[in-house]
């Protein structure tokens, strides 16, 4: 089974763009959670997806928006860059929503605003 | 306010060497906690899953406890091999937030 596919794997942008990332869960699985990746503040939870809702949402600006798609696949769009949102940026998938399973991450897009 | 806490930052070991990882957590009432791997620029790879009911997982030469009363993980690595250095991270939910993380251990398995 395929895992949980991100693209694209890295990006730079400017600062004032705006940048779409885009996340394909493993097959089966309707839950997608993206996260922010730091040096300075770690591993930062952005947002939550379920059937195409947004379940929850972390403390990050509204230039920070996502969606679900139908198939389960997930975007991610971050307008009027700033340098500060230069980080990785992961989405991890699981079968269902919530917190009683196993969360399955992909291996990032790479993000440098200048 | 959970707050996740992992020690050492950063960790040297010869090779064959066995090793504890500690995750410390504020908040005792969890319903599970998560053991990961990161490889430099990479994503995470799940290593183990401990349900609130259970004390101890394992997995090759891999095993995770957890204590919720004093708040305490442990991921104790038997047999260090080279290839398995690499960061680890612990994470586990809180409210809405499917998973919190702690800033990791960075493992070093020296031949």
């Known amino acids: 089974k395929a895992g949980v596919t991100q693209t694209p794997r890295y990006l730079i942008k400017t600062r004032g763009q705006q940048v779409t990332l885009s996340c394909s869960p493993i097959?089966?699985?309707?839950?997608v959670s993206w996260y922010q990746q730091t040096p300075g503040q770690g591993l930062q939870f952005l947002f939550e997806?379920?059937?195409?809702?947004?379940?929850n949402k972390g403390n990050f600006p509204g230039r920070f928006s996502g969606r679900q798609f139908s198939n389960s696949r997930s975007e991610m769009n971050v307008s009027t860059l700033e340098l500060g949102d230069s980080a990785l940026y992961l989405c991890?998938?699981?079968?269902?929503?919530?917190?009683?399973?196993?969360?399955?991450f992909g291996p990032g897009t790479r993000l440098l605003v200048l | 306010k959970q707050e996740v806490t992992q020690i050492p930052a950063a960790l040297s070991v010869p090779e064959g060497e066995n090793l504890v990882l500690n995750c410390s957590f504020t908040?005792?009432?969890?319903?599970?906690l998560q053991w990961f791997r990161q490889d430099p620029g990479k994503g995470l790879t799940s290593l183990l899953l401990i349900q609130s009911s259970q004390r101890e997982q394992t997995s090759g030469r891999l095993n995770a406890s957890l204590d919720k009363s004093s708040g305490r993980s442990t991921l104790y690595i038997a047999a260090s091999q080279p290839g398995d250095s690499a960061t680890y991270l612990c994470?586990?939910?809180?409210?809405?937030?499917?998973?919190?993380f702690g800033k990791g251990t960075r493992l070093s398995v020296i031949a």
């Open positions: 908040d005792s009432a969890i319903y599970n």
């Open positions: 097959s089966g699985h309707r839950s």
């Open positions: 997806y379920f059937s195409e809702t947004q379940r």
């Open positions: 994470a586990l939910p809180l409210g809405n937030t499917p998973l919190v």
């Open positions: 991890a998938s699981s079968l269902l929503a919530g917190f009683q399973e196993t969360q399955y």
